[in-house]
């Protein structure tokens, strides 16, 4: 069956390093990748689109990477600030043009001062 | 800014009750989305609707109904509450495929109803 795998354990980093995160994904072939942000008791805000043809995609602090070999997606934040400090959420879209996503279940992101 | 309202924020039901949570979104958006989110389970697909009048199921309608009378409002209904379905609610739109209408693929979502069904 179809798997994405975020790690369920948050991720403590001090301010000013880059956080990473992974987004692994197995019995899937997605067309494109998208990466929310959800804040507590806040519904998810979108951040960054990746197609399956690119290989990174970059919105001032941010980068994403999508590798299809080894159906993974890594998420960067660099220089980054307690108030990126929330959960952040990959989401696999299939081709075909059904536009309804299969999300992971998140990973927690806290980043201290 | 595309804005998606939910109609709660907050609410508190008894077992039996019939719930209804309303969604509005302010952007012309074609298609609407309902899920619900536990600990430990993430995003889970109730419904959607691609156009007035239409719906599908996803992948957890059981207990639930939907109702799209108009674009912009996306009625998610529990005909009978039980305490299984305690949980935050959350409404999104996503623009059509049609070109000029926006990303398809990128979901705006509401602030979410927490559901506390007793």
């Known amino acids: 069956s179809q798997k994405i795998e975020q790690n369920s354990e948050a991720l403590n980093i001090q301010e000013g390093k880059t956080a990473t995160l992974t987004c692994n994904y197995t019995?899937?072939?997605?067309?494109?990748l998208q990466w929310y942000r959800q804040d507590p008791g806040r519904g998810p805000v979108f951040l960054l689109l990746i197609r399956e043809n690119e290989k990174e995609k970059r919105k001032e602090r941010l980068k994403v990477t999508f590798d299809t070999t080894l159906k993974q997606s890594l998420f960067h934040i660099t220089a980054s600030q307690p108030a990126d400090s929330a959960t952040y959420l990959c989401?696999?879209?299939?081709?075909?043009?059904?536009?309804?996503?299969?999300f992971g279940r998140g990973t927690s992101l806290i980043v201290h001062p | 800014d595309v804005k998606v309202t939910q109609s709660s924020r907050y609410l508190v039901k008894r077992t039996g009750e019939k719930v209804f949570l309303e969604c509005v979104q302010d952007m012309d958006h074609e298609n609407m989305f309902w899920y619900r989110q536990d600990p430990g389970l993430g995003l889970r697909l109730i419904y959607f609707s691609y156009d007035v009048k239409m719906k599908e199921k996803g992948d957890i309608p059981e207990g639930y109904s939907v109702s799209r009378e108009k674009k912009e409002r996306f009625s998610l209904i529990l005909e009978s509450a039980s305490t299984n379905q305690t949980s935050m609610y959350l409404c999104?739109?996503?623009?059509?495929?049609?070109?000029?209408?926006?990303?398809?693929?990128?979901?705006?979502f509401g602030p979410g109803t927490r559901l506390t069904v007793t």
């Open positions: 989401a696999l879209d299939p081709s075909g043009g059904s536009y309804i996503p299969t």
């Open positions: 019995n899937y072939s997605p067309a494109y």
């Open positions: 999104a739109s996503t623009a059509g495929a049609i070109e000029g209408q926006g990303n398809p693929y990128e979901q705006y």
